[in-house]
C-alpha cells in the first residue's frame, strides 16, 4: 500500500499496555524494518505507584527499547474513558487515517481492567470509523486498515493465531523492566498484582502460549472474525503481519 505511513498501530489505555501485550511482535517487526506506533489514552494517573511524570519517562524508555517510531500519548481520564467515549473515538479516527496503518491492535475485550475493554471497543469503532468516506472529512480522508487484532494484557485467551517472539522475548521483558514505578517493590511501594513478580509472569504465560505453536515463547492475538487466506501455500494472507 503506497499510502501507508505506519506498518503497526498499537493502541493502549496506559502507558506499559501495550508493551505486556505486544512488545515482542513490536520488537520482531521494527528488526525487520517495519515502523510502529503507539497511542496511549491515558497518563495512568491513577496508578498507585509512581508519577505521571515518571511513568511518561519509562513509557519513552519502552518504546525506544522496542524500536517503536512515533509515541502519541493522549490525555483522556484514566477510568473515565466511557465518558469522552465519541471524542476519543474522532481522535483515534484522526491518528488513523493520518498514520495510515496496515494494522491496529487494541486490548482484548475480555480482561478484567474496565479501561482495557473500554479501549478496544473504542479502537474497534474508531477502526470502522475511519474507512467511511462521509464520516467527519475534517478528520482527515478515509481510510481502511488491512486488519484489527487483539492483544492480550491480563490473563490468557485463545488466540486466532500466535506470533513467535523467541529471538526477542530479552527485548520485551528489557521494555517492561523500565517502568521500574510500575513494576519493583521498595518500601514505598503499594503492593499491586504488578509488583508481584508481574514479569515473571507475563515471561512464562508467552512460553505457554509459544508451545501452542511449538516454539519457546510467543504473543496471541484475537479477531472479531475469521482470518482472510487467499492462498494455502503462499504468504499473501492477512494474518500475515
Not at 497511542?39 to 519509562?58: F, P
Request: glycine share 8%; hydrophobic share 35%.
Amino acid at each position: 500500500m503506497s499510502d501507508v505511513k505506519t506498518d503497526i498501530l498499537a493502541v493502549g489505555a496506559h502507558p506499559d499496555d501495550v508493551e505486556i501485550g505486544m512488545g515482542g511482535t513490536i520488537a520482531l517487526h521494527t528488526s525487520r524494518g517495519y515502523s510502529t506506533s503507539i497511542i496511549n489514552l491515558t497518563k495512568a494517573e491513577l496508578s498507585s505507584n509512581g508519577t505521571v511524570e515518571t511513568r511518561q519517562d519509562e513509557a519513552e524508555q519502552a518504546a525506544s527499547l522496542l524500536g517503536v517510531e512515533k509515541l502519541i500519548q493522549l490525555d483522556y481520564p484514566d477510568r473515565g474513558l466511557a465518558e469522552c467515549r465519541e471524542e476519543i473515538v474522532q481522535k483515534l479516527t484522526y491518528h488513523i487515517r493520518t498514520l495510515r496503518p496496515r494494522h491496529v491492535f487494541a486490548p482484548g475485550i475480555r480482561d478484567r481492567h474496565p479501561d482495557h475493554t473500554e479501549t478496544g471497543r473504542l479502537v474497534k469503532e474508531a477502526v470502522f470509523n475511519a474507512g467511511i468516506q462521509k464520516y467527519n472529512p475534517s478528520l482527515g480522508g478515509p481510510f481502511r486498515p488491512e486488519a484489527f487484532w487483539y492483544y492480550q494484557i491480563n490473563g490468557m485467551t485463545d488466540p486466532r493465531y500466535v506470533v513467535d517472539i523467541s529471538t526477542v522475548i530479552d527485548r520485551k521483558l528489557e521494555a517492561l523492566q523500565a517502568y521500574k514505578s510500575q513494576f519493583s517493590s521498595g518500601p514505598d511501594t503499594v503492593a499491586t498484582p504488578l509488583t508481584d513478580a508481574y514479569i515473571e509472569r507475563v515471561r512464562s504465560r508467552e512460553h505457554i502460549t509459544g508451545q501452542l505453536i511449538g516454539v519457546r515463547y510467543g504473543e496471541g492475538f484475537t479477531s472479531d472474525g475469521p482470518l482472510a487466506v487467499t492462498n494455502l501455500f503462499g504468504s499473501d494472507s492477512h494474518e500475515e503481519i
